[in-house]
């Protein structure tokens, strides 16, 4: 007769009946220490303690992979926070200065449309009397007028350089 090989265990296996081998050992020193009770109770709470503490392990597992893994994935976004706090900083200062340069514009033109307003009040003052004095030169002139005396058949140039002393 030959003798079939038994299979190779795989990792996975062997993790496992060395912890069935270790729970067992931890159920024999129990057992042992208290007089072999295998009462079903007694199974159970030692299966509820097991339980338990695989429980806590994975518990333990994954709270650290979590929390690594968000470690990693917030360093990006804790990185770009900071980039965008420095920027945002940078845009208040800017925001700051343009707006005092807002507001000595803003000045400036108020200054400006108040001179405008008195440079117009001026001019409507200036036409007003220029209007007036108008008014006045032509009413001279008028006068003037009046005691001119007009010749009628005289020829031009006809009282040589003495105009007076022809008449």
Known sequence: MTRKKAPTPTKEQETLSSDQASSDQASGD??????????????????????????ESMHET???????????ALSPIEKHLAENGTILESLKEQLEEHAEKFNTVFNRMDS????????????????AEMTKL?????ELEDRSRINNVRLINLPTGAEGDNPQGYL
């Open 62 to 72: 994954v709270a650290s992979m979590l929390k690594d893994s968000l470690g990693q």
């Open 30 to 55: 129990q057992a042992s220490g208290e007089q072999a009770s295998d009462s079903p109770e007694d199974m159970a709470t030692l299966i509820k303690q097991t339980i338990k503490s695989e429980l």
């Open 112 to 127: 400006i449309q108040a001179n405008v307003r008195k440079g117009e009040k001026d001019t409507s003052a200036c036409l």
């Open 134 to 138: 108008q008014k006045k030169i032509n």
